[in-house]
């Protein structure tokens, strides 16, 4: 990953910074539902403000589609910034034009703006040059904080990172240099977990994986595709069959480039997908026609810990059963605790992402034992795909 500026190497006093942040929260009937998000931002914006910046903040809420929309505006989220922060957030009803400009002007050193949301015009999402143009006429310098954006090449995520100094936030880096310590220059051996649904969904994610790491435990739905591939009978269980050939050919480059697949040797099987439902723990190759695996099982969780036991770095994407259903919560909730203990003994790096994964972690309550967990969904999966985030490469040095 190239090196990125941080905070560290820029000069605020005075200065205008146009801070991107994700203030993306749930509102339920016009109040902050949950404050996550803002509080994840709230280090880079006091630290800019107390170094005597002018803070104006610029982020995105909802799909307004280019247009204004008062449903979708950005104001309710000033009052809750403002809480959060237990300091004074003005808003301005424009992002761009004389109403934010005459905004920003008022402005004192240490005081704090967000502008209205980046997406009421249709250009932010073209990465319009003019309308980053517009955009850079409020700031002096661009921090980005808002990684769970920096897959989308916006104005506000990319284009303005060309027109004005660019750093890094305080969140954007500690993302980056979780990501980093992950995939980028990790300690080896490196252990890959990936389960979910489908394999449909995340070709692109194991064919990256594969390349890069150690080992690779395949669980949840996707794990019965490689099995069937393998000519198990899989019975009524999720399956791709028709993907039965990217499964083999995923197989065969993890071999070429030494990566160990792990895949499940006995599943938890049921007759029903329903809470509480009959189930009995069989043999991967016993099956019987008329059930379906929704978990892995005991003999295959003791493999995944063993490896766990043995990488010194682990990604995680996915949950490896039906985890949100009893009892077919174990096999996630099994590893989940593992790998915390071993991160909490200072054995195993560990970086997880993704929303039902973080889902997952906070069920187990280990989501705080975890080195890293990323909640910038489509961001991350991106990163585990080994492509290049544009916001994050428009920082580069
Ligand atoms: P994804 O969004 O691809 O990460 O998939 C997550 C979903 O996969 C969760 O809702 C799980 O309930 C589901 N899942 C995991 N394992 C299985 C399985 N063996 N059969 C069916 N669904 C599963």
Redesign the pocket.
């Known amino acids: 990953m190239p090196k990125f500026r941080t905070l560290d190497d820029a000069k605020v006093k005075g200065k205008r910074a146009l801070v991107r942040v994700d203030l993306n929260v749930p509102v339920q009937d016009g109040k902050v539902s949950d404050a996550t998000r803002i509080e994840r931002v709230a280090g880079t914006i006091t630290e800019l403000a107390d170094k005597g910046a002018k803070v104006v903040l610029l982020a995105h809420f909802g799909r307004p589609k280019g247009k204004p929309d008062a449903e979708q505006s950005l104001k309710p989220i000033a009052e809750a910034t403002a809480q959060v922060l237990g300091r004074t957030v003005g808003f301005a009803s424009d992002c761009v034009g004389p109403d934010a400009v005459r905004a920003v002007a008022a402005m004192k050193d240490g005081d704090i703006l967000l502008l209205e949301n980046t997406r009421f015009h249709a250009g932010e999402e073209k990465n319009d040059a003019e309308f980053a143009k517009k955009l850079a006429e409020c700031g002096d310098l661009f921090v980005n904080d808002a990684f769970s954006a920096a897959h989308r090449a916006h104005a506000s995520t990319e284009g303005l990172a060309h027109l004005l100094p660019a750093y890094a936030g305080r969140t954007m880096q500690a993302e980056l240099d979780a990501l980093e310590k992950g995939l980028g220059n990790p300690k080896r051996p490196v252990l890959a977990i990936v389960?979910?649904?489908?394999v449909s969904?995340?070709i692109d994610l194991l064919s990256n994986l594969v390349a890069k790491v150690d080992g690779l435990v395949i669980?949840?739905?996707?794990?019965?595709t490689f099995l069937a591939a393998q000519g198990v009978n899989v019975g009524k269980?999720?399956c791709e069959h028709d993907l039965a050939g990217t499964a083999k050919e995923i197989m065969a480059a993890a071999k070429k480039s030494g990566c160990e697949i792990v895949l499940p040797v006995d599943g938890v099987v049921a007759r029903e997908?329903k809470a509480g439902a009959a189930s009995e723990v069989v043999p991967v190759d016993n099956v019987p026609a008329d059930a379906?695996?929704?978990?892995v099982g005991p003999r295959s969780i003791e493999a995944v810990k063993a490896w766990i036991a043995k990488a010194d770095t682990l990604v995680w994407?996915?949950?490896?059963?039906?985890?949100?259903?009893e009892p077919?919560d174990k096999a996630t909730m099994a590893a989940a605790k593992f790998a915390a203990e071993e991160t909490k003994a200072g054995r195993l790096v560990s970086v997880a992402g993704?929303?039902?994964?973080v889902a997952a972690l906070n069920q187990a309550g280990v989501a705080d034992d975890f080195t890293y967990v990323s909640t910038a969904g489509g961001a991350f999966l991106e990163w585990m795909e080994g492509k290049e985030l544009p916001g994050v490469a428009a920082l580069a040095k």
Do not use: Q, R, V, Y
């Open positions: 389960g979910g649904a489908k969904t995340k669980g949840g739905g996707m794990a019965n269980s999720l997908f379906m695996i929704l978990d994407n996915g949950p490896l059963g039906a985890f949100e259903i077919f993704g929303g039902d994964t």
